[in-house]
Antibody
Framework: EVQLVESGGGLVQPGGSLRLSCAAS????????MHWVRQAPGKGLVWVSG????????RYADSVKGRFTISRDNAKNTLSLQMDSLRAEDAAVYYC???????????????WGQGTLVTVSS | EIVLTQSPATLSLSPGERATLSCRAS??????LAWYQQKPGQAPRLLIY???NRATGIPARFSGSGSGIDFTLTISSLEPEDFAVYYC?????????FGGGTKVEIK
């Protein structure tokens, strides 16, 4: 069974740090780009960051560039997101999701995890 | 950044009715557009990819069309489990972007 399980969410003060993790199973993890997509309460989906199967390629949304760092450990089938200098507007459910690569272009978000909630408040 | 605009924001329909959802891109995305369904408290689920291809296990009542800038998701006859929020998403260029969503609610 294909599964993504996020962990690490919680309450953090503005300016603080948090590290999210996503454990993958049931598919060949290293063949997938992996991403973080967030959803603020009552709002839509926003792509945050992605990393290539080898880890050599990374992408960030402008809103998190310089504050968030995505990484992966293919030996442990784990994706991570280090979030520093957190702001109130970073509060959201964070989903990890995988995409294959088709003809050098990332494919569609499938599978998805169930998400982990990050709250930024003093 | 490619902006995706979905309309309407909310669609109020009865079971059995036809739903037509729109997604317009700020520039051409060719056929690199997908549709996702999201129910409360759940992760999104891939419905349609590459504008018109149903994902594995998606019922035939869901169909997608369009290319370039204008795209449509059609649900031919709404079932009770179809009332949810639907998002379009493009993979034509970075950053990957989503539309704002269309909520299909029970009238």
């Amino acid at each position: 069974e294909v599964q993504l399980v996020e962990s690490g969410g919680g309450l953090v003060q503005p300016g603080g740090s948090l590290r999210l993790s996503c454990a993958a199973s049931g598919f060949t993890f290293s063949n997938y780009w992996m991403h973080w997509v967030r959803q603020a309460p009552g709002k839509g989906l926003v792509w945050v960051s992605g990393i290539s199967g080898s880890g050599s390629g990374v992408r960030y949304a402008d809103s998190v560039k310089g504050r968030f760092t995505i990484s992966r450990d293919n030996a442990k089938n784990t994706l991570s997101l280090q979030m520093d200098s957190l702001r109130a507007e970073d509060a959201a459910v964070y989903y990890c999701a995988g995409t294959r690569v088709i003809m050098s272009r990332v494919d569609w978000f499938d599978p998805w995890g169930q998400g982990t909630l990050v709250t930024v408040s003093s | 950044e490619i902006v995706l605009t979905q309309s309407p924001a909310t669609l109020s329909l009865s079971p059995g009715e036809r739903a037509t959802l729109s997604c317009r891109a700020s520039q051409s995305v060719s056929s690199y557009l997908a549709w996702y369904q999201q129910k409360p408290g759940q992760a999104p689920r891939l419905l349609i990819y590459d504008a018109s291809n149903r994902a594995t296990g998606i019922p035939a009542r869901f169909s997608g069309s369009g290319s370039g800038i204008d795209f449509t998701l059609t649900i031919s006859s709404l079932e009770p489990e179809d009332f949810a929020v639907y998002y379009c998403q493009q993979r034509s260029d970075w950053p990957l972007t989503f539309g704002g969503g269309t909520k299909v609610e029970i009238k």
